[in-house]
């Protein structure tokens, strides 16, 4: 008798623990505030992709860095949605108002509708520390015709909160800074 008691005094301990923390999902967010450039027919078309991410990162809980060999993983915190998803089609929406486009793409495109501008990015990393900053490094290169420009950008954003939805707004202003990058090489 004293050994089932235990027992199920044990699963309603880890059961109350278990329902304790609500699980949350976050988004990225593209470019606030600006407006919207119209096409006109003397835009150009842009073509976004492939972009990789490194596969720590491309999972769906968040991921931040304690020290730099060190990552965990938030089992609370998620992302609504793939990243490697959300990222092209946050570039592609910050790019498209930067620039004069016809028409922004993601990969994969159908051959007939071959892009003027191709841009391709590799992540080298994308992650922070609550409450401290945000880095993002990336290889990005702007292609057309037979004309590539190729960089390697690293940027810094200060997490303005100990929590996840201020380390999310510091990766969406970092991705917010390389699309303005991508965006005047495109120019």
Not at 58 to 63: G, L
Not at 119 to 142: I, M, P, R, Y
Not at 162 to 185: F, H, M, N, P, W
Request: charged letters at 20%.
């Amino acid at each position: 008798m004293k050994r089932s008691c235990g027992i199920v005094l044990c699963l309603l301990v880890l059961a109350g623990c278990a329902s304790n923390a609500p699980t949350r999902y976050y988004v990225l967010s593209p470019l606030a505030g600006e407006t919207k450039v119209t096409a006109e027919e003397s835009c150009a078309t842009v073509g976004i992709g492939p972009v990789k991410l490194p596969e720590y990162v491309n999972r769906p809980e968040i991921v931040t860095r304690t020290t730099p060999n060190e990552l965990v993983l938030s089992y609370f915190d998620l992302w609504a949605e793939p990243l490697n998803e959300s990222i092209p089609r946050i570039l592609a929406e910050n790019v498209s108002r930067l620039i004069c486009a016809k028409e922004v793409m993601l990969f994969p495109w159908r051959p007939s509708r071959a892009p003027d501008y191709r841009v391709e990015v590799e992540f080298v990393h994308l992650d922070g520390n609550l409450g401290k900053t945000v880095s993002l490094e990336a290889w990005w290169s702007v292609s057309s015709g037979n004309v590539r420009v190729v960089r390697r950008s690293a940027y810094s954003e200060p997490v303005s909160g100990q929590d996840y939805d201020a380390l999310v707004q510091a990766e969406s202003r970092a991705l917010v800074t390389l699309s303005r990058d991508i965006a005047g090489a495109i120019k």
